[in-house]
T-cell receptor, first 110, second 113 residues
Framework: KNEVEQSPQNLTAQEGEFITINCSYSVGISALHWLQQHPGGGIVSLFMLSSGKKKHGRLIATINIQEKHSSLHITASHPRDSAVYICAVRSKAAGNKLTFGGGTRVLVKP | DADVTQTPRNRITKTGKRIMLECSQTKGHDRMYWYRQDPGLGLRLIYYSFDVKDINKGEISDGYSVSRQAQAKFSLSLESAIPNQTALYFC????????????FGEGSRLTVL
């Protein structure tokens, strides 16, 4: 069983809608990363969290260490937000290497 | 220039051929990683290196080898490519601090016929 579970696997939204992607993990972590991968493109790091909340533009990432859960929110979604969003956790149990979730494919329609 | 550069970006080769994917970074990071991405699967770690003299196997190292020629360069080799090594390969770097940000290359798409 993957130690990092993302939901939903796929998400379609209309432009302007608020989007939430969830990530749950099973081990204690030192950091959690949210990554973005555009179709055919490379991977970009959006956030790195160890506690609390971070905001960058229309993107907000939160983490609840006690519940082993993180969310990525996209406010006022736009077609250019269409991408795969990947959650990854770093834990001492894994030798501080990253364990990746399977990704959430987001499509924002105009 | 990109922080992490991978070459080639696309390669088609035949079974049994030797292939090298190269990665160079301008971040000055000690930690470098090679990952493989397959449809429907998360990124999987092939090899990683914490400095020039340090090479470590990841979860799927069989059939692959690496070379850390310098702090900035980390190459992945497939000694004898096979079709199930067809995948998208990513190089990444990270700073030494435990919560260091990740930087990925653009990916190298390899097709083995």
């Amino acid at each position: 069983k993957n130690e990092v579970e993302q939901s939903p696997q796929n998400l379609t939204a209309q432009e302007g809608e608020f989007i939430t992607i969830n990530c749950s993990y099973s081990v204690g972590i030192s950091a959690l990363h949210w990554l973005q991968q555009h179709p055919g493109g490379g991977i970009v790091s959006l956030f790195m969290l160890s506690s609390g909340k971070k905001k960058h533009g229309r993107l907000i990432a939160t983490i609840n260490i006690q519940e082993k859960h993180s969310s990525l929110h996209i406010t006022a979604s736009h077609p250019r937000d269409s991408a795969v969003y990947i959650c990854a956790v770093r834990s001492k149990a894994a030798g501080n290497k990253l364990t990746f979730g399977g990704g959430t494919r987001v499509l924002v329609k105009p | 220039d990109a922080d992490v550069t991978q070459t080639p970006r696309n390669r088609i080769t035949k079974t049994g051929k030797r292939i090298m994917l190269e990665c160079s970074q301008t971040k000055g990071h000690d930690r470098m990683y090679w990952y493989r991405q397959d449809p429907g699967l998360g990124l999987r770690l092939i090899y990683y290196s914490f400095d020039v003299k340090d090479i470590n196997k990841g979860e799927i190292s069989d059939g692959y080898s690496v070379s850390r020629q310098a702090q900035a360069k980390f190459s992945l080799s497939l000694e004898s490519a096979i079709p199930n090594q067809t995948a998208l390969y990513f190089c990444a770097t990270r700073g030494a601090e435990i919560t260091g940000e990740l930087f990925f290359g653009e990916g190298s798409r390899l097709t083995v016929l």
